[in-house]
C-alpha cells in the first residue's frame, strides 16, 4: 500500500470516526464550523479524488468478461431406440439375436403389462399371452404364437397372408401398441 493510500484511509477512518461520534453525542457536532469555507474545501478534496480515479482508470487496460459458450442441446436416446434398432434390423449377423431379443423384451413387457391390467398372477398373465386372450388385437396376439387366434376375421387373416412387410416386424409393433394399451399409453 503506498503512503498517499495509507494517508487517504487514515483521513477516511478518521472522519468516519467523527462522524459516529456526532451521531452518538450529537450535541458536540454544534462545536464544527459549517462554514462555506469548510464546504468549499470538501467538494475540492472530492473532486480531485474522482479525478485521481478517472486518470487511474485511463491507464488501465481494458478487461472485458469472457462469455463462456452458449449451452447447446445435449442430444440424449429416446426410450425404445434401442427396440426400434432391433426391431428394423433384417440382415446381418446379429439378425437372429436381435429378433430373439425383441421377442423376449416384448414378452417381458407384456407379461408384466398384464398382470398390471388385469391384476393377475405371472402365471395367469403367461396362460393369457400362449392363449392369446389378453388383447383384442388377433395381430398383437399373434406374435406370442405361431398363427393368428381362431377370433381373427377373414379381413385380418387375408391382411396377414398378402401383407408385404415382414410378418415379425407387423406383429412386434401391434404387440408393441396392445402393450401400451393395456398400460393406457396414448401415441406412437
Do not use: N
Amino acid at each position: 500500500m503506498s503512503r498517499l493510500r495509507r494517508l487517504a484511509a487514515g483521513i477516511g477512518v478518521a472522519a468516519a470516526a467523527v462522524g459516529f461520534a456526532f451521531l452518538l453525542a450529537p450535541e458536540f457536532a454544534g462545536y464544527i464550523d459549517t462554514s462555506e469555507g469548510l464546504l468549499v474545501v470538501v467538494g475540492v478534496v472530492a473532486l480531485l479524488q474522482g479525478l485521481r480515479v478517472v486518470s487511474r482508470r485511463r491507464r488501465s487496460r481494458v478487461t472485458e468478461f469472457d462469455t463462456p459458450d452458449p449451452e447447446t442441446r445435449q442430444s440424449l436416446p429416446t426410450p425404445g431406440d434401442d427396440f426400434d434398432d432391433d426391431l428394423a434390423v433384417r440382415r446381418g449377423r446379429h439378425w437372429a439375436a436381435r429378433r430373439e431379443r425383441v421377442s423376449k423384451r416384448l414378452e417381458a413387457a407384456a407379461v408384466e403389462a398384464i398382470t398390471y391390467a388385469e391384476d393377475c398372477s405371472e402365471a395367469a398373465a403367461r396362460e393369457a399371452l400362449g392363449a392369446g386372450t389378453w388383447t383384442d388385437d388377433p395381430v398383437a396376439a399373434a406374435f406370442f404364437s405361431d398363427s393368428l387366434p381362431a377370433s381373427a376375421s377373414l379381413w385380418t387373416r387375408i391382411r396377414e397372408t398378402v401383407s408385404l412387410r415382414p410378418r415379425f416386424d407387423r406383429r412386434a409393433k401391434r404387440a408393441a401398441h396392445a402393450v401400451a394399451d393395456l398400460y393406457e399409453v396414448s401415441g406412437e
